[in-house]
């Protein structure tokens, strides 16, 4: 019944619910229009990279696993790994927390066995209520999301190589890679990209306020439209970040192509291995 009704004669679907979600005219319509693309390309991108990050642990824990024979050296060797990433990843928690005046308690950076997962690293922080609290939480997320866009234009110019992808020049992107790797210092910078992507990743501890946020906001925002308040700043907020939206997503973008290739080497290796083994 819902369906028919919605679907009667006369009434336009698609167009209501435009009108309610973006009841200003022109300027605002515009604006958002121009960024929703950049905004679902850079969504996309970190939820791909989050599933390749997942799909990398698994992996390269099995082939550590598989070569050592040995949980606790495969726990140790992937800590090693990652440990530049994982720092970065406490150490943005520790400055948000004090940015906000929060105490904080013990840093740890050190593999530990708990419930059915492994620890790489804690800090104890004191409740800012929920807000703050998901911003301490996010901030893997946002240091890490902004190192690797700094990292991605500045040593590979990321924005470039995602235009010429997506101008189909596969050859002129590999190219550029590939000069920029054979800098002196380029497979340094390709590591730290390629770390810090794969555990930037906020953890369930970190996101366990997040729903409430996000119901929050939603809330305020229908009560925004719904009391018709200007959309001005909005608009004017939206149509700067177009750029800085484009460069995160290039950079994003690359670390995702450093892990499909990772994973597709690692889940060959795994498997050959465990086939050797018996596993």
Same mark, same amino acid.
């Given at each position: 019944? %819902?369906?028919?009704?919605?679907?009667?004669?006369?009434?336009?679907?698609?167009?209501?619910?435009?009108?309610?979600?973006?009841?200003?005219?022109?300027?605002?319509?515009?604006?958002?229009?121009?960024?929703?693309?950049? %905004?679902?390309?850079?969504?996309?991108?970190?939820?791909?990279?989050?599933?390749?990050?997942?799909?990398?642990?698994?992996?390269?824990?099995?082939?550590?696993?598989?070569?050592?024979?040995?949980?606790?050296?495969?726990?140790?060797?992937?800590?090693?790994?990652?440990?530049?990433?994982?720092?970065?990843?406490?150490?943005?928690?520790? %400055?948000?927390?004090?940015?906000?005046?929060?105490?904080?308690?013990?840093?740890?950076?050190?593999?530990?066995?708990?419930?059915?997962?492994?620890?790489?690293?804690?800090?104890?922080?004191?409740?800012?209520?929920?807000?703050?609290?998901?911003?301490?939480?996010?901030?893997?997320?946002?240091?890490?999301?902004?190192?690797?866009?700094?990292?991605?234009?500045?040593?590979?110019?990321?924005?470039?190589?995602?235009?010429?992808?997506?101008?189909?020049?596969?050859?002129?992107?590999?190219?550029?890679?590939?000069?920029?790797?054979?800098?002196?210092?380029?497979?340094?910078?390709?590591?730290?990209?390629?770390?810090?992507?794969?555990?930037?990743?906020?953890?369930?501890?970190?996101?366990?306020?997040?729903?409430?946020?996000?119901?929050?906001?939603?809330?305020?925002?229908?009560?925004?439209?719904?009391?018709?308040?200007?959309?001005?700043?909005?608009?004017?907020?939206?149509?700067?970040?177009?750029?800085?939206?484009?460069?995160?997503?290039?950079?994003?973008?690359?670390?995702?192509?450093?892990?499909?290739?990772?994973?597709?080497?690692?889940?060959?290796?795994?498997?050959?291995?465990?086939?050797?083994?018996?596993?």
């Amino acid at each position: 019944m %819902l369906l028919l009704a919605l679907s009667a004669p006369g009434i336009n679907l698609t167009s209501t619910i435009m009108d309610l979600v973006l009841p200003t005219t022109g300027v605002f319509a515009a604006d958002f229009g121009t960024v929703w693309p950049g %905004l679902l390309a850079l969504a996309l991108s970190l939820a791909i990279l989050a599933g390749l990050s997942r799909l990398l642990s698994r992996y390269l824990q099995f082939t550590i696993y598989f070569l050592t024979g040995s949980e606790d050296m495969a726990m140790v060797i992937y800590f090693l790994i990652f440990l530049p990433g994982i720092f970065v990843h406490e150490a943005a928690h520790w %400055l948000m927390a004090k940015l906000f005046g929060l105490r904080t308690g013990k840093f740890r950076v050190w593999p530990e066995r708990r419930r059915g997962y492994i620890g790489l690293g804690s800090v104890q922080v004191s409740s800012g209520g929920v807000v703050i609290d998901n911003l301490v939480g996010m901030a893997p997320l946002i240091a890490g999301t902004l190192l690797i866009a700094v990292i991605g234009v500045g040593v590979f110019d990321t924005v470039s190589l995602a235009d010429a992808l997506q101008r189909g020049r596969l050859g002129t992107v590999l190219r550029s890679v590939a000069d920029a790797l054979q800098t002196s210092d380029g497979v340094l910078w390709t590591y730290l990209l390629f770390n810090l992507g794969n555990v930037m990743m906020p953890s369930a501890s970190d996101r366990h306020q997040l729903a409430p946020l996000l119901l929050y906001m939603l809330l305020a925002g229908v009560i925004y439209l719904i009391l018709d308040l200007p959309l001005d700043w909005l608009a004017a907020g939206l149509a700067n970040l177009l750029t800085p939206i484009e460069v995160i997503t290039s950079a994003l973008i690359f670390v995702i192509a450093l892990d499909l290739i990772a994973v597709a080497i690692l889940f060959l290796t795994s498997n050959v291995l465990g086939n050797l083994r018996g596993r």
